[in-house]
């Protein structure tokens, strides 16, 4: 399911920042510029972003200050550090997370073509069940069938993931504290974030009116536990191919 990309480029190297922007543009990314990370952080505060292009030496913070925030966060956004110097030993150590690009300028545009394009095909799934051995087996299977996860134990975090992040399909546990599942669902209508979810539970019987309910304001599907990660995965395919 290919969709649609946000990128921030912070970078106070205004024709660097703006060439970049230009490319981006016309391969249909949704581009967003600051020049200074005081102003980059206000846009991570107003917006999401899958991916931050962020310069190691700004004006008036450097990038590993922003870099923690978003870390802070917790945020799925992908941190692409871009820097003019050899410092990529040094850097990668005091951000220690593999997950962080570190981008040499000049860099070679169609490596980072490359590797935008591949996040169209990405899908997000948010796994919210308080049964961490579940979530984390369930977690680990769909990672290595390309999908990319979030986990949340419990409803509050489970809403506040979706507002925060563009997930694609919400595999819902019924019974969490905090929120239940049904809590969950309706307020993430009320705030006009209801996905494409997948209700699951432990309690066929028991749960019987709860999922009457949630099948009437259409949820996508439900599994009933045990189930095999296998229907699992075929359940989001239904929902994403």
């Known amino acids: 399911m290919m969709r649609q990309i946000n990128i921030l480029i912070i970078d106070d190297n205004k024709d660097l920042a703006d060439g970049l922007a230009m490319v981006l543009e ?17 846009s991570l505060n107003n917006k999401y972003f899958d991916i931050v292009f962020l310069d190691v030496k700004l004006p008036d913070m450097n990038g590993i200050e922003i870099f923690q925030e978003i870390n802070r966060k917790g945020s799925t956004t992908r941190v692409i550090m871009m820097t003019g110097y050899r410092i990529e030993q040094v850097l990668a150590e005091t951000i220690n997370n593999s997950d962080v690009e570190i981008l040499r300028k000049p860099f070679n545009i ?9 996040l169209r095909d990405e899908s997000i799934i948010l796994i919210a069940d308080d049964d961490r051995d579940l979530s984390e087996s369930l977690s680990e299977f769909l990672s290595d069938h390309g999908m990319k996860t979030m986990l949340a134990s419990n409803g509050k975090d489970a809403v506040d993931a979706v507002l925060s992040n563009p997930v694609d399909v919400l595999i819902l546990d019924l019974r969490m504290p905090i929120m239940n599942g049904l809590d969950v669902y309706m307020e993430l209508k009320k705030q006009g974030r209801a996905v494409n979810t997948i209700i699951i539970t432990g309690y066929r019987d028991e749960d019987a009116e709860t999922i009457d309910v949630l099948r009437s304001i259409s949820v996508t599907g439900c599994l009933f536990k045990p189930f095999t990660p296998d229907e699992m995965l075929q359940a989001i395919n239904q929902i994403i191919k």
């Open 26 to 42: 016309e391969e249909s990314f949704q581009v967003s510029i600051a020049y200074n990370g005081t102003d980059g952080l206000e």
């Open 110 to 118: 169609s490596h980072v073509l490359t590797t935008l394009n591949e």
